[in-house]
């Protein structure tokens, strides 16, 4: 300090005390000295004090912000993860509208000329619908009475191979030689196996007045199932060479002996004979189904109505009387499944009526019938032979409406 700036006694005092406190002891006191000493232990007491309470403060304060700063990077692991989870549900959102997109592009690309094929469609049915016209018309024709032109156009619209038709034509094979038309017949004229089966066919159907007649069995059956039925009573590479010659069902039962070798060039012996008995089992089937159809010749129905049955059952007859019959009823109806909607719907209301008041087919409905017309008929029959319009008419009948209802439902979404 400098002497000018503080009184010279106050100076003097200050350098005394300074001198004093250097000449003294360490621990050595002044009269004055035990007062200041616990002054100042009181003063470091007391920051000491007050520096624990603050350390306390600040070490609380450090532990909140520890829990505060891991609960944060909870947060952001959190976060970070549902953020990556939903990265991944974007690319998959991302994916989906792509492939809905290219399918949308590729429907799109499809259904362009959809409006030219369903005229096609259209022209094709109309084309159709003449053709089968023409055909029942020549099938209403006597079989003698049929021209050259005539045999050629029936085996045309029967699906017949072109090559065969054109060589009756050249044959000059008319009614009365189609009535005495036989298979030996056939090969003097150098007609391939499917053709000659196929004529063979359509000969003896026409002789019978089967032309009608839905196919039945293994005769309706495709070159595919042909082929399956082969494999399953392995013969699988004879189904293959079948496959080839586009063998159906039709020419299928008709096959002899010698086909096999001539025409498919089967050659074992063994083999052939194995195949014409596997055949032979399927025209066996056939034989007894067509002796079953003689014994109840059609248009006759052996199963009185539902209607004659409930009076039957008033006078005294059983319940198991009525439910035999109503099974015969059900094996009639699951025979003729396959057949047309046209078919089964007239079938029906004449073997079975409805006994709703007033249910009857619409006027008009034949076998010309438009898809419209036969799907509004559809619709109605769905209505008359719904089960339940028939608690009144006993079990039986409720039951037989239930699976007539089935049939006309399957009908019905087909032409959906």
């Known amino acids: 300090l400098d002497s000018n700036d503080i009184s010279t006694s106050l100076f003097a005092r200050i350098k005394q005390k300074i001198e004093l406190n250097k000449s003294q002891p360490k621990g050595a006191k002044d009269a004055k000295g035990p007062r200041i000493a616990v002054k100042e232990e009181g003063k470091v007491r007391l920051d000491r004090d007050k520096?624990?309470?603050?350390?306390?403060?600040?070490?609380?304060?450090?532990?909140?912000?520890?829990?505060?700063?891991?609960?944060?990077?909870?947060?952001?692991?959190?976060?970070?993860?549902?953020?990556?989870?939903?990265?991944?549900?974007?690319?998959?959102?991302?994916?989906?509208?792509?492939?809905?997109?290219?399918?949308?592009?590729?429907?799109?690309?499809?259904?362009?000329?959809?409006?030219?094929?369903?005229?096609?469609?259209?022209?094709?049915?109309?084309?159709?619908?003449?053709?089968?016209?023409?055909?029942?018309?020549?099938?209403?024709?006597?079989?003698?009475?049929?021209?050259?032109?005539?045999?050629?156009?029936?085996?045309?619209?029967?699906?017949?191979?072109?090559?065969?038709?054109?060589?009756?034509?050249?044959?000059?094979?008319?009614?009365?030689?189609?009535?005495?038309?036989?298979?030996?017949?056939?090969?003097?004229?150098?007609?391939?196996?499917?053709?000659?089966?196929?004529?063979?066919?359509?000969?003896?159907?026409?002789?019978?007045?089967?032309?009608?007649?839905?196919?039945?069995?293994?005769?309706?059956?495709?070159?595919?199932?042909?082929?399956?039925?082969?494999?399953?009573?392995?013969?699988?590479?004879?189904?293959?060479?079948?496959?080839?010659?586009?063998?159906?069902?039709?020419?299928?039962?008709r096959l002899e002996l010698k086909d096999l070798i001539d025409e498919l060039g089967i050659e074992s012996l063994k083999r052939r004979k194995e195949i014409i008995s596997k055949i032979d089992g399927l025209r066996q089937r056939k034989k007894e189904k067509n002796g079953k159809e003689e014994e109840e010749p059609k248009g006759t129905n052996t199963n009185p109505p539902p209607q004659q049955q409930q009076e039957k059952s008033s006078n005294g007859n059983s319940n198991q009387f009525r439910e035999r019959e109503m099974d015969v009823a059900l094996d009639a109806m699951n025979s003729r499944k396959g057949g047309s909607a046209h078919a089964f719907l007239v079938w029906i209301y004449k073997e079975y009526p409805p006994k709703k008041d007033n249910a009857a087919l619409p006027d008009g409905f034949g076998p010309f019938s438009s898809l419209i017309d036969t799907k509004s008929a559809l619709k109605k029959a769905i209505l008359h032979y719904h089960p339940d319009h028939a608690d009144a008419f006993g079990i039986c009948w409720k039951h037989f409406c239930g699976e007539v209802l089935k049939c006309l439902n399957n009908y019905y979404h087909s032409f959906k």
Request: proline residues 0%.
């Open 51 to 253: 520096v624990k309470t603050r350390l306390e403060e600040v070490r609380k304060t450090s532990k909140a912000e520890e829990a505060e700063r891991k609960r944060q990077e909870e947060e952001i692991k959190t976060m970070k993860e549902r953020k990556k989870k939903l990265e991944e549900e974007l690319k998959k959102l991302k994916e989906n509208i792509e492939t809905k997109e290219r399918e949308h592009n590729e429907w799109v690309n499809k259904t362009k000329g959809k409006g030219g094929e369903i005229e096609w469609l259209e022209k094709q049915f109309a084309s159709l619908e003449v053709k089968v016209k023409r055909l029942d018309e020549l099938n209403s024709k006597a079989i003698k009475s049929l021209t050259v032109e005539e045999v050629k156009e029936t085996m045309r619209l029967e699906g017949v191979r072109a090559d065969a038709v054109e060589t009756l034509g050249t044959n000059g094979v008319d009614g009365e030689t189609l009535v005495d038309l036989e298979e030996s017949d056939l090969d003097g004229m150098k007609i391939g196996l499917i053709g000659r089966k196929q004529v063979q066919f359509v000969a003896e159907r026409r002789r019978e007045g089967r032309m009608n007649e839905e196919l039945k069995g293994a005769e309706g059956w495709n070159v595919d199932q042909v082929e399956k039925w082969m494999k399953e009573n392995g013969m699988g590479e004879e189904g293959a060479k079948m496959r080839k010659e586009e063998v159906d069902g039709v020419v299928l039962v």
